[in-house]
């Protein structure tokens, strides 16, 4: 064991995360297959019980069991312990225990957190960690309180309201997907207390850490100045965009289909919760396997962009969508360079915007094509939606996983990682060490198109 975190010291900060990551999958597993883990008589394999554990660390939500009828309370308290592992962060965890026994954060920890949260410098980067953690607890106490109250209307004791209130909690606030009903949010279809509260958990943790520190900072400061910074206006316009398409997409393509005969209230919160949980939630308010496949694909492509960097989600993250939209918008109109909100996007945050797009588009085509041939009983609709909700950390599914083969939940699993650690992170850890080039070569222009 020591001679295993030794080479993980040795390594770049990016393949460091990445191993930290296997590192908590393998801890996980282990929790996961503790004795009163499961419910009397309930036996899990190896397999079930691994992606079970990379699903809850990379805080996705797909699972190959009811989770309601395979673990019991003691069991679904490791799961909330790891949802909260892969929902802060392994770097942010390890921060918080080592400033309660007063270790020093030195410059490889603070390099680590750097690559963890997509940071560009070191400085300031513990009192991010304090925030994230602080601003995170709060936001799932508050929601747990209110929604174990609002529990004890459904529930015959203040227990079990409390179990599924912190559960509820825990696990929209980390996107994570899971639930304790055996139906998901299908229970509250007709409930819209629940179904905001859940979709205002979901936003919260989806939006940025960074997006809720500056908005803290805003509230609290007295000074009338305060600018938020460009990060957080290009996230939050295109997450409340997303949003916006999303429930009207949904709508529309689905009028005449699933939501037929419900009233336009009903229609409204269906849309717009299927919305708000495709950015990386996972729940759904009732049976989404009766979309049609164009609603399928659209929501394959919300879950592709996922959730906003630094978050709790996955997927492409909304700022690299925006800045390649906004890159082929100012390409047309033949400028060289995009400018939002009197700033100037620099070339190499265009440069990694599509190095993700690509490396993304190539890891999803790879992986339909492998479950094509392991799942031949699954439509490419259904496996498009697996893929997608995977690579995104979301968690829906139109019922594939269950009926996944060993190498289809291997691929499955794979995808939930990288989707969890980043595709930056992952292509730097496939890279190695960087090598700054010291000389450049006479430019020449070259034909495209």
């Known amino acids: 064991m020591n001679k295993t975190f030794q080479k993980i010291r040795n390594a770049t900060p990016a393949q460091a995360i990445v191993a930290y990551y296997f590192v908590a999958i393998a801890i996980s597993f282990l929790l996961l297959r503790l004795p009163n883990v499961h419910k009397p008589g309930v036996k899990l394999s190896f397999i079930d019980t691994l992606f079970t554990a990379v699903s809850a660390v990379s805080v996705t939500g797909l699972t190959v069991v009811n989770v309601s009828e395979t673990y019991s309370v003691y069991g679904l308290i490791v799961i909330l ?109 007709n409930d819209y207390f629940v179904q905001i509260m859940n979709m205002l958990l979901i936003i919260l943790g989806a939006i940025g850490f960074p997006v809720l520190i500056e908005l803290k900072e805003f509230l609290s400061n007295k000074n009338k100045r305060f600018r938020f910074s460009l990060f957080t206006k290009i996230t939050t316009s295109t997450f409340g965009l997303l949003l916006a398409v999303g429930t009207l997409g949904i709508f529309l393509l689905e009028a005449a289909n699933s939501l037929k005969g419900m009233n336009w209230h009903e229609k409204l919160f269906a849309s717009m919760f299927h919305s708000v949980s495709s950015r990386s939630g996972g729940m759904t308010t009732f049976d989404i396997t009766t979309f049609n496949d164009a609603t399928s694909v659209f929501l394959s492509a919300l879950m592709f962009i996922g959730a906003s960097p630094s978050s709790v989600g996955g997927g492409i993250r909304t700022t690299t969508f925006a800045i390649a939209i906004l890159f082929l918008i100012n390409f047309a109109r033949g400028k060289n360079t995009i400018q939002i909100f009197k700033r100037e996007i620099q070339l190499i945050d265009v440069f990694r915007s599509f190095a993700v797009i690509i490396l993304a588009i190539f890891m999803v085509l790879v992986a339909t094509m492998a479950l094509l041939i392991t799942e031949p009983q699954a439509t490419l609709v259904e496996i498009i939606f697996e893929i997608t909700s995977a690579f995104g950390t979301c968690g829906m599914s139109l019922g594939l996983t269950a009926d996944l083969s060993t190498v289809g939940k291997v691929i499955i699993m794979i995808l939930m990682f990288i989707g969890r650690v980043g595709l930056i992170s992952f292509l730097f850890t496939i890279g190695g060490k960087t090598d700054p080039t010291n000389f450049h070569y006479p430019k020449e222009r070259v034909i495209i198109g």
């Open 81 to 189: 312990f790891i949802l909260q592992l892969g929902g802060i962060g392994i770097m942010s965890i390890g921060t918080f225990f080592w400033l309660i026994i007063g270790k020093r954060i030195g410059l490889r920890e603070r390099q680590l957190i750097m690559v963890d949260h997509n940071q560009f410098n070191m400085s300031g980067v513990v009192m991010l960690i304090r925030n994230i953690i602080t601003i995170l607890l709060v936001i799932e106490a508050i929601g747990a309180l209110i929604l174990t109250l609002y529990f004890t209307q459904y529930y015959d004791s203040f227990s079990e309201a409390l179990l599924h209130g912190i559960f509820s909690s825990v696990s929209a606030t980390t996107n994570g997907g899971f639930d304790i009903t055996g139906q998901s949010m299908a229970p509250y279809f």
